[in-house]
């Protein structure tokens, strides 16, 4: 049992029951991505900002009204003290706010929210979950993913114990650390020899013709609906205080979207007052920035060529693309595009000044951020969240390309203070 009312597509927005389809728009093949619905006053008698504060878990099972899944995992996590598994313990990460930073730029807010907190290391855990779950609702046995790696590997890592089986498509390029992760895990992998925009191609088809079940981002509709609840867990942190801008970095489209979608449900449940700017951080061929900037109907975009050192967000045809849009567009918010040289300067600056490693993707939201405050478009009396997705530990490679290497020395203290020059 849940409170989903319909699925309704985001081209015709023609609604259909949660039996109708399992995935996109009839009419619209791939492009039909559907927006969950919920019917807001049933889900208003089972939480509230008051009952969040009574307790739950500290996991995003603690919306579960909230979530297109069956009630009943809720019992589960309430034996939060002790997950019994990494997948009952995704989400509820840390938002820190560093006063040094509010010092150094002025304002009256700066938080970092750190996902890489997440048990594979990503904000993808919170839409993985999600798709185990609803695999197992629906009796599949296989999932299938493509995913430039944190996708796949969130997904490895959550089913592990589930008996639930998973055959991940990556491109070949995917950082070692990640590939590691699903084989690990216990994942099938398949290297494909291509980007990610072709690994996604081939998931779709391999999906349909074997019959597993598809977690690939944005046609699986529900993947918006886990990454939600990373709307959430910043408005509680806050104490249901907006604010003012959301920094994350976009590469399908899929996480801003599902910013978006959280703040839109909490607002229809009348818990927040205002949406907040979402400002999506893009990097390489920087599509969804491209077409924003030039006023390109997300629906008439077409497959770029990309290159970034982000591969997260190395996307040359974002799949969300049409929520991405609509969720900076509805919320006054921007596209950014920074450089590869702007994100290797963004991972040591979060390293040093909060302790937070970030993959590149990670830190390309942050790059955003120091790019549009340095334009000074950003007024001193704002609270600014800036979303770190995944952890530095994803990708050493780039963060040792961000720092350099260490000091070679021999074991001796003559060596310590010659490298120190003491
Ligand atoms: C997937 C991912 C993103 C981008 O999310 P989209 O939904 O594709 O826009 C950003 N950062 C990290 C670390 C990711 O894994
Ligand atoms: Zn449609």
Redesign the pocket.
């Known amino acids: 049992m849940n409170y989903v009312s319909s699925l309704k597509c985001v081209i015709c927005e023609k609604e259909y029951g949660v039996d109708e389809t399992l995935y996109v728009c009839p009419h619209h093949g791939d492009s039909g991505i559907l927006d969950v619905r919920y019917n807001y006053e049933k889900v208003s008698e089972q939480i509230s900002p008051q009952t969040l504060s009574q307790g739950g878990p500290h996991s995003m099972w603690r919306y579960i009204p909230l979530l297109p899944i069956d009630q009943s995992i809720a019992t589960e996590s309430q034996k939060d003290q002790q997950p019994n598994l990494p997948f009952f313990s995704v989400g509820w990460t840390p938002l820190y706010r560093p006063q040094t930073l509010e010092k150094q730029f002025g304002l009256a807010g700066v938080h970092v929210k750190d996902d890489?907190c997440n048990p594979s290391g990503?904000?993808?855990d919170r839409a993985s979950a999600l798709a185990i779950l609803k695999a197992k609702e629906l009796g599949f046995d296989v999932v299938g993913a493509a995913s430039?790696?944190?996708?796949a590997s969130s997904l490895a890592t959550l089913s592990a114990g589930l008996g639930v089986k998973t055959i991940v498509f990556v491109p070949a390029t995917a950082p070692q650390a990640k590939i590691a992760q699903l084989l690990v895990c216990g994942a099938t992998v398949l290297t494909v020899n291509g980007g990610y925009d072709e690994a996604c191609d081939l998931c779709l088809s391999a999906c349909t013709a074997y019959g597993w079940y598809n977690r690939n981002?944005?046609y699986n509709p529900y993947m918006t609906e886990g990454?939600k609840t990373v709307a959430y867990e910043i408005c509680e942190q806050l104490h249901w205080q907006v604010p003012e801008r959301i920094f994350?970095?976009?590469?399908?489209?899929?996480?801003?979207?599902?910013l978006h979608k959280g703040f839109r449900d909490m607002l229809a449940l009348g818990w927040i007052d205002r949406m907040p700017r979402l400002m999506g951080v893009q990097a390489g061929a920087a599509p969804l920035y491209h077409a924003w900037l030039h006023g390109i109907d997300p629906l008439d975009m077409t497959l770029m060529e990309t290159k970034t050192i982000?591969d997260?967000?190395s996307?040359g045809f974002?799949?969300?693309r049409v929520k991405?849009m609509r969720a900076v567009v509805e919320s006054s918010g921007a596209f950014i595009s920074v450089t590869d040289e702007e994100i290797l300067g963004a991972i040591p600056k979060l390293g040093s000044d909060l302790g937070v490693f970030a993959?590149p993707?990670?830190a390309?939201a942050y790059a955003g951020f120091a790019k549009v405050l340095s334009e000074r478009m950003i007024s001193s009396n704002e609270t600014v969240v800036v979303l770190v997705?995944?952890t530095g530990l994803?990708d050493v490679a780039s963060a040792i390309k961000s720092v350099g290497e260490p000091i070679p020395i021999e074991p001796t203290l003559d060596d310590v203070e010659k490298a120190l020059r003491l």
Request: charged share 15%; net charge positive; with cysteine.
């Open positions: 890489g990503s904000l993808k430039t790696g944190n996708a981002t944005a990454k994350v970095s976009v590469g399908n489209g899929c996480i801003i979207g599902g982000a997260s967000i996307a974002p799949r969300d991405a993959e993707a990670g390309a997705t995944g994803k």
